[in-house]
């Protein structure tokens, strides 16, 4: 081993500053993420195994004596931390601010209450004298397995002018407190299970009986006209097919099969394919007189459907009516897929990029709006790369503008964390500025976030390596972890138990929040291995989100509280 060590540094010492750095950099993340993969029992340490990875990358090389360009190490830090937090807010962008309004108002408040739980543990371990401000930082991140926060807490303490060996606590007892993190969370929700005697199967259960009767799902009706009251009535007029959530999209009249339009005449016996929500189907069918007997399909007809995807950029942001595709093109919209959502495709819904459309009409008509909306399978894989460093630069920015709150005894920035976070969540919210579009594909988000957060960890890790075993063999380390049991299990234990306590929520979504507020994926997958059900993911993309932020900016403001 000492051989190979010194061959290793051998070869390291006679390569340039920046190729040694390169080399360092790509075999600890190498090595890292495939420590992560090692999963026991379905756990592992995920994206943190990068970091243990880079401290044993760091302790070699320290014992080596080798050294790595400072300049480079801290630009590749801050921008992989860019990249990771950018990504992270045009992914949850759109659906952000909706996460906020109506059933997840009470899931984001549980949310809020495990955060500030945690952040107030934190204040009183400083306060108290118990912690340094720089290891209670680590704690608190590594507490919650959060690498955002640990990457948050770097740039603030570089912002007030930490010193070294104070910027090299919170890596440290991050690292010492990362592994009960994960552990923490599925004890919770064991915990929470045991206390109320809850069987998953049946929560399963009550979870699905509940979102059938909550859960408007699209679906079809062919409707036979009876009534008299409507015979030459223009469909235009009947209220029920206007604007309230129903869409005809086929008409069968005379036997010939057609695209109905507004100005449509009904007569009786003309049948009428409807699409929207069961209750509003059933108000139709009362309305038109009866059920056909047969589907009413464009087999063996002139007309056909076709899904087309919104790529053009001329179309976004124009409502549906603003095309007149009606009478322009003679077809109807009788869905529109977005982010896996169906929407009814009312008059007043405007276009998003990547929305999938259903288009009924002939051949050739469907041709002519495949051009209209662009339709281009490589439009959605391409990355639109000016709106990129665009919205980096604007981040930037934010993130360095001072912010002066009364009693602060420094400026508030959101800085290289916070910035490029609230730009990405803000861009992704509006979509399209202009002819720039902020929509990223998944894939590509996926591998910038990757990336960043790889090459961040594994700075910290390298940075961390030369004091971490000492740190551990000094008995130093051992202090952080017992008060990082105390911070992961107080939060998520209250959070618990007023959830269902209090608030008598589906036990399957309380384990969604506590792994969402702790944005612990290995949490979800403990969830989602009890019973087949939806609920878990549901609940962590509800408050995924809101957590991810306040993980990100908690840091700054106990640093710029307690410096």
């Known amino acids: ?150 990457a948050a807490t770097q740039q603030v303490l570089t912002e007030v002018g930490a010193g070294a060996a104070v910027m090299a606590l919170p890596g440290l007892a991050f690292a010492v407190t990362y592994p009960f993190g994960i552990a923490g969370n599925l004890l919770a929700m064991a915990a929470v299970r045991t206390l109320f005697r809850i069987d998953p199967e049946a929560e399963a ?49 005379d036997g010939k099969l057609c695209v109905p339009r507004d100005g449509t005449r009904l007569k009786l016996g003309d049948v009428l394919h409807v699409v929207g ?57 009788s869905r529109v897929n977005r982010s896996g959502v169906e929407l009814v495709p009312t008059q007043a819904l405007k276009l998003q990029f990547g929305d999938i459309l259903t288009v009924i009409g002939r051949p050739e008509s469907l041709a002519a709006v495949g051009q209209i909306f662009g339709n281009s399978a490589h439009r959605l894989q391409q990355v639109e790369m000016i709106p990129l460093f665009l919205g980096i630069a604007l981040g930037a920015a934010l993130g360095a503008i001072p912010l002066f709150l009364p009693g602060m005894p420094a400026p508030l920035r959101l800085g290289l964390a916070g910035g490029p976070l609230i730009v990405a969540l803000i861009l992704g919210r509006v979509g399209r500025i202009g002819p720039l579009v902020w929509f990223m594909p998944p894939a590509v988000n996926l591998a910038l976030r990757e990336i960043g957060i790889v090459l961040f960890l594994a700075v910290l890790g390298i940075a961390s390596g030369d004091r971490f075993v000492a740190t551990l063999a000094s008995g130093a380390g051992w202090p952080w972890m017992m008060w990082g049991v105390l911070v992961t299990l107080v939060p998520l234990l209250l959070t618990g138990l007023i959830a269902r306590g209090l608030m008598k929520l589906n036990f399957l979504t309380i384990c ?43 840091p700054q403001i106990l640093v710029l509280l307690l410096w």
Request: hydrophobic share 50%; with cysteine; aromatic share 6%.
């Open 205 to 253: 259960t009550r979870f699905e009986e509940a979102r059938r009767a909550e859960v408007s799902r699209l679906e079809t009706m062919d409707l036979a006209v009876r009534n008299p009251e409507l015979e030459g009535k223009a469909l235009g007029s009947i209220d029920l097919l206007r604007g309230q959530g129903v869409v005809a999209s086929r008409l069968l009249c």
């Open 1 to 150: 081993m000492l051989a190979f060590t010194s061959a290793f540094a051998d070869i390291l010492q006679a390569m340039p500053p920046i190729a040694r750095v390169v080399l360092m950099l790509g075999l600890v993340s190498a090595a890292g993420v495939a420590l992560g993969h090692i999963r026991i029992r379905g756990v592992g340490l995920g994206i943190g195994g990068v970091l243990f990875s880079g401290i044993a990358g760091g302790h070699i090389a320290k014992q080596a004596g080798v050294s790595f360009n400072p300049e480079m190490m801290d630009f590749i830090r801050d921008f992989g931390l860019i990249l990771f937090v950018y990504t992270i807010g045009i992914q949850v962008g759109p659906g952000f601010f909706a996460a906020l309004r109506r059933t997840g108002l009470a899931l984001n408040g549980l949310a809020l209450l495990m955060v500030g739980s945690s952040i107030l543990l934190t204040a009183a371990l400083v306060s108290s004298g118990t912690l340094s401000l720089g290891s209670s930082l680590g704690v608190f991140a590594g507490a919650v397995t959060n690498a955002p926060a640990l």
């Open 277 to 333: 929500p069961r209750p509003k189907l059933e108000q139709v069918r009362a309305l038109l007189g009866q059920e056909f007997e047969r589907p009413l399909t464009t087999r063996g007809t002139d007309l056909k459907w076709e899904r087309i995807v919104v790529t053009r950029k001329a179309v976004l942001g124009k409502s549906i009516a603003a095309l007149n595709l009606q009478e322009a093109h003679d077809v109807v919209v």
């Open 512 to 554: 969604g929040v506590l792994a969402g507020a702790q944005t612990n994926p290995p949490g979800l997958a403990y969830a989602n291995a009890l019973v087949a059900s939806e609920a878990p993911a549901l609940a962590y993309a509800t408050v995924y989100p809101l957590a991810m932020c306040l993980r990100i900016l908690g």
